[in-house]
Nanobody
Framework: QVQLVESGGGLVQAGGSLRLSCAAS????????MGWFRQAPGKEREFVAA????????YYADSVKGRFTISRDNAKNTVYLQMNSLKPEDTAVYYC??????????????????WGQGTQVTVSS
């Protein structure tokens, strides 16, 4: 069993920054991948960023590339999403997710095995 707990969401003005954290517990993650997804009201959940624990390879949606950075702390079993230059269109509930086995595809939500409860990010204009 895996538990994922997100934190760090909030209200910020456009152009500001936030850092989301996702603390994982229940299993070791040396061979897993972790991802961030977001869902705005009335929209489908979309991929934001992901990182593979073994290689530290990172992946980003085009809409956040150059503004968001995903990273992880192995010792703390925690993954972070640093969000800079935030825009009103970044407003959404952000979810952390974990893959518990290697999968080539890392951008599809249905291929993740565990999910956090979500944290709200609101960017005002």
């Amino acid at each position: 069993q895996v538990q994922l707990v997100e934190s760090g969401g909030g209200l910020v003005q456009a152009g500001g920054s936030l850092r989301l954290s996702c603390a994982a517990s229940g299993r070791t993650f040396s061979s897993y991948a972790m991802g961030w997804f977001r869902q705005a009201p009335g929209k489908e959940r979309e991929f934001v960023a992901a990182i593979r624990w073994s290689s530290s390879s990172t992946y980003y949606a085009d809409s956040v590339k150059g503004r968001f950075t995903i990273s992880r702390d192995n010792a703390k079993n925690t993954v972070y999403l640093q969000m800079n230059s935030l825009k009103p269109e970044d407003t959404a509930v952000y979810y952390c997710a974990a893959q518990i086995s290697f999968k080539v595809v890392i951008r599809i939500a249905s291929l993740y095995d565990y999910w956090g409860q979500g944290t709200q990010v609101t960017v005002s204009s």
